[in-house]
C-alpha cells in the first residue's frame, strides 16, 4: 500500500529503510523525500516507524565511547592554560 502519494512511496520501502537505519520521518525524508511535498504522509509514517529499537540509537547509548558515541556530543571540555 502507498505511504506518500506526491512520490510513490510504499510501506515496504517506508521498512526497508528503517531496517538500514532510518529511525524518524525526517530520515525517511532523506533516503526517500517522502513527507516531503504535502506532509499527509508524516503521520502514517511515524506509524510505522512505532516506537520500536532504532539500531543506530541503540549503537550510541551502548557505546558512547566510540565514534558514533563522540558524534553524539560525548567531548571531553578542554584547559586553558594561564599566560606567564
Do not use: W
Amino acid at each position: 500500500m502507498y505511504v506518500c502519494s506526491c512520490f510513490g512511496i510504499t510501506e515496504q520501502q517506508v521498512r526497508e529503510h528503517a531496517d538500514t537505519g532510518a529511525c524518524t520521518p525526517r530520515q525517511i525524508a532523506s533516503a526517500c523525500k517522502a513527507g516531503t511535498d504535502c506532509g499527509n504522509c508524516v503521520r502514517r509514517i511515524q506509524a510505522l516507524l512505532g516506537r520500536g529499537a532504532c539500531p543506530r540509537r541503540e549503537l550510541i547509548e551502548n557505546d558512547a565511547s566510540g565514534p558514533l558515541g563522540a558524534a553524539a556530543g560525548a567531548a571531553e571540555p578542554v584547559a586553558l592554560s594561564e599566560a606567564a
